[in-house]
């Protein structure tokens, strides 16, 4: 079966510090991947999603940046933190590109507070 | 442009009495219909979808949601309420069309509380 893990699960940083936020998907091959925020525990808003090794589509122009290294990994960075990026952040997956009617699955999240 | 409508913030229920979360959707053609239930610090877990075929879809945990084209809605609905079904609940949709991209477009969410 398929599972997908995040870590950190909590973290709090300062500002003008870097991030990096890592995902990793197990038993699956070619997923696509999506990283969302989500602020004050309600909407969510997606930030990066990824079809290929190397291939990285961002949705809103931000502090952060998105790299998929490895067909199953996929990490969030950020050179230099801001306030507002503090959230919690959700990674998750979808079976092969091209079956336009598969379910995204999520991770447990990141806990992000930045002081 | 797509996009998905959770009218209520938050909706009170009786456990045992029915509940239903509500969904409006806007979207170019067919589209894809999904909910996900969110627990407190925890990620979204899939509830059920809507593709094609009968309107009314069975999912995990009694959930059940309903199709209707005429009114573009896809509300969620539980016979009886259960306590432990107090979460954040997300209604997503994705367009036909959109390629291999799988990108959802979700509503704000609904927060349900059962009172015991």
């Known amino acids: 079966s398929q599972t997908i893990h995040q870590w950190p699960a909590t973290l709090v940083q300062p500002v003008g510090s870097p991030l990096s936020l890592e995902c990793t998907v197990e038993?699956?091959?070619?997923?696509?991947l999506y990283w969302y925020r989500q602020a004050a525990g309600r909407g969510l808003q997606l930030l990066f999603y990824?079809?290929?090794?190397?291939?990285i589509s961002s949705e809103v122009p931000q502090n952060l940046s998105a790299s998929r290294p490895q067909d199953r990994q996929f990490i969030l960075s950020s050179k230099k933190l801001l306030l507002s990026d503090s959230g919690f952040y959700l990674c998750a997956w979808s079976p092969l590109a091209g079956i336009s009617t598969d379910t995204q699955y999520f991770g447990p999240g990141t806990r992000l507070t930045v002081l | 442009a797509q996009s998905v409508a959770q009218p209520e913030d938050q909706v009170n229920v009786a456990e045992g009495n029915p509940l239903t979360v509500k969904c409006t959707y806007s979207v170019s053609g067919n589209p894809y219909l999904f909910w996900y239930v969110q627990y407190p610090n925890r990620g979204l877990q899939f509830l059920l979808k809507y593709i094609t075929g009968d309107n009314l879809v069975k999912g995990s945990y009694g959930f059940e949601a309903e199709f209707n084209k005429s009114q573009t809605s896809f509300h969620l609905k539980k016979p009886s309420a259960l306590v432990s079904d107090s979460a954040l609940y997300f209604c997503a949709v994705r367009g036909r069309g959109s390629g291999n991209t799988g990108k959802l477009i979700f509503g704000q969410g609904t927060t349900l509380q059962v009172k015991p």
């Open positions: 990824s079809v290929g090794i190397g291939q």
């Open positions: 038993g699956t091959s070619n997923p696509n």
